[in-house]
């Protein structure tokens, strides 16, 4: 049909279902396992807001004080960026969502983390692991010259990682140690086709 379905998630273990969050057409759709090994991993986030009452450590919310242009803005994001990948960081966080995009892509992802944006008020261990309330991991070819468009004030976005051989997600810390967040696969559906 060439018509994307954006948004919408895979569990596995659970009663079959189907959530969508919009239909339409793109000129240049992003798949979420279009990466490649020595693609370098992006974060864009909104950091401002704090802690969701009640879950702390678990839920940011970001999105509850901005204004309807604000939200609107970030629709513009992903194209910007001219990712060869793209995905939204949600319950599985930062680091879940990194191990499904690098295993669409059939890859292993590295991320370095006193690169990634945060949050002043949030630890890294809980950042890497909540649900932002906006957050997009996306891929992208390393050495690209076109320009980029400028993205909304008050989003921060950093290079914080790669993509490379094999499967799971290694945390890269500062002093150059990589460990295991993830050893194995995240869906176990394998790269996309």
Known sequence: WGVPVLGGHTQLGV???????????AERPVP???????????LSADLGGGWRPGYRGRQWDSSSHRTSAELRALSGLVPSLAATAAKDVSMAGMVGTAGMLAEASGCRAIIDVATVPTPSTASTADWLTCFPGFAMLTAEAPGRTEVRPELPGFVSSAVCGELVPGTGVGLRWPDGTVTDAIDHTVTGLGPAT
């Not at 009663?15 to 057409?25: C, D, K, N, Q």
């Not at 979420?32 to 992006?42: F, I, S, V, W, Y």
């Open 15 to 25: 009663p079959a279902a189907l959530s969508v969050t919009a239909l339409g057409r």
């Open 32 to 42: 979420g396992g279009g990466g490649a090994p020595g693609d370098l991993l992006r």
